[in-house]
């Protein structure tokens, strides 16, 4: 057993990280926000350049060969910057959804081309899971795969309405999607359908979680810097325990969280079909210290953090929309009791760590 | 112990009741409900409108004295008239200042003159007051205050230099009352006095600040040789801080009670939504409602036993518990009311960024626990001065 990341992810990680730190200031976000794709096209190019849209996809079919472990930490880097575009997603649940219907032999030659389209940065693919009633991004988008029922379909962008609406997230541009589930377009139904939409949101919640690791930490760390150069009673006011203890439990909250999500991105990788409780574990455990270091920033910035010229809201506004998609708390707890209630649950200390192994 | 009204105070209720039934319909129908917290950009002239009718109607300053246009109301009258006013969707009240907070501090430490000069105004909902305490470095550390009084022998008036921030409503509002230091030789407390300001005058500037939820309820309040004249120093030059504390004191106020009485409606929308939307049917949401009733329970019985008690604008031991109590419990209510919106949380009301009652309820209540006192404030005083713990250290950088 391991459970630290290997050198080679933590470098690739650390090379887009890179980037993103450099391109996406607080400043580049702010001027997203004025115009209408909400997008920095020029970021685009050099993520594209890095292979990031590739990630995920089988060597064989010209993509890098990685897995959610690895893309779990370049997840968490995009929400350590709050990156405004959908990348973690495009890379975490449309890459994998598209490879999965191409294995099993569905969506009749279409997806091959898709595959190839998003590796080379000419074509976007977004999900639309039915949990989500709204899409980000969809304005620019030439593919949505979307869920109704158990059936998934895809979309060319003019099968589909789009009804732009706004969110409390000014970086986020969302917009309510509706679309005629029809044979033209269906890729697969019943049991096949309904496997693939349950990995896809297992994906998609996992993709949140390990963004709002990383929008924690940009909070914490925000807040360590401001209580450290604003003064009051004649020294640093983050000299106060008070203060201190505000930021070190969201600190501690977040160190227990990461082995959470990485668990859920391993099970994930290997154990698709049995991911749900760790995806929903993941997504609990990021969106509380989440939610939390949101509050707790706003608080040790004084009247400064409840301010629009302030960036803690950034960070704080992206965790209040990313805490209700893929699922919220209520939807999560329950996959969790529901499991653990069911008359024939696998209780008792020989299954603590699942049955066997790690993954269960 | 005697825990319920009297026949007198129901009748009083009823009065209430019915007033506010006749006069907050036809024009003054839109703005019920509205300028409340988070929503006080909203409806300003009309809301000012309504000041004035509610003073025609004998209803601003009740608890003053009627030497001063009051009616002397009995503090259990006073309870009454708060909640009748939230029950019945009373817009937030711009005169909330100066019937609270200046009115109260004039009639414990002003002079005859002053008192004269600004109470009526008050009571006739024809002036609104704003609080220019907070400054850049002067946060939780107040007595920290830089802002310069300096007396102008020459024009007999005291001229201002310096910086207020976070004024609430100072650009709808026709005067500050200032913490201003007049002996710059003196550090902390010592050499500040408080006075009266208007606010529409040469070397004055207000910038509104925009907040979180892309309106401006704030401001910061540029002083660059404003002044007022002698007759508008409250108390004895220097004895700022003890005036300045003395206001504090008053609010604790009635006002409470009919904050309580917003809550409830705030609540009760949260109920009617999760009844509605179905998040009523989530066994984690059900619990956190139950919560969210006892807690405000509690909190009013705690707020009836403090006003029970003297009224002379001393911190008593319940007082200093409030803040503390009611903003971690709005504080989760707003977060409740998130929660039972879920996904649709996110959304707001088309453009430019019009924000939903209950998001702009959510966003407020990150507030609720920073100003008048921040939570970590409000612990150390209740530590310090409720318990008798020792003193933290003041730095001296
Ligand atoms: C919506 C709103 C309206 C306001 N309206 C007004 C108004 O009308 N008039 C006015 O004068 N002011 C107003 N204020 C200002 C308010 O009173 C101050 O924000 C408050 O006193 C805190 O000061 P600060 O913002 O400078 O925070 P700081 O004092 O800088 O505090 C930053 C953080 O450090 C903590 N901290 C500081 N010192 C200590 C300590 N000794 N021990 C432990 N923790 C400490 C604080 O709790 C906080 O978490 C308003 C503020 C808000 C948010």
Redesign the pocket.
Known sequence: MDFTFTAEQLEFRDTVAGLLKTEVTSDSIRARWSTDSGKDPALQEQLLAMGVYSLLFPESLGGLGMDAIDAVLLAEACGAVALPEPLAETMMVASPLLVDILNRGLGNGAIQPIIDGVMDGRVNVAVLHPINPYLNFAADVDWILAGSGDGLYLLPRDAVNLTPAKSLDPSRRLSSVEFDPSAEHRVAGGEVGAALLRASLNLGGLTVAAQLLGLSELLVSQSVQY?QD?N??GRP??A????KH?LADVAVQLEYARPVVARAAYTVGVSPERADFAVSHAKLAATRVAQLAARQAI????????TWECDVQIAAKRIWALSYEWGDEGFHKNRIHEWLLQPNALLGPEYTFGRRSLVG | MQLEFSPADEQFRNEVASWLRDHLCGEFAAIRGRGGPGDEHHFVDERKAWERTLAEGGWTCIGWPEQWGGRGATIEQQVIFNEEYARAGGPGRLGH?GETLTGPTLLAFGSEQQKQRYLPDIRAGQAFW???????G?????SNIKTRAEWDEQERVWRFYGQ???????HESDFIFVLARTDVSQRGHRGLSFFLVPLAQEGLEIRPIT?LTGTA??NEVFFDGACCSPEDLVGEEGDGWRVAMGLLGFERGVSTLGQQMLFQVELDEVIRLAKENGASRQPALRQRIAEAHIGLRTLRYNSLRMLSGEDDGSLSREAMIYKLAWSNWHRNLGKLAMDVLGPEAELVESAPYELNRLQSLFL?TR?DT????????Q??LIAERALGMPR?PRGDA
């Open positions: 209580t604003r009051q009673f006011v983050g106060n325990q008070a203060v505000l608080q040790v910035h004084g009247a400064m953090g409840y | 200042i704003c609080q220019g305490y907070s400054e850049p002067a946060g939780s550390d107040l207020k921030v976070w004024t609430s409503l100072a907040q309820e704030f407020f507030a920073i100003y008048g006192g921040t939570n970590q404030i612990r150390n933290e």
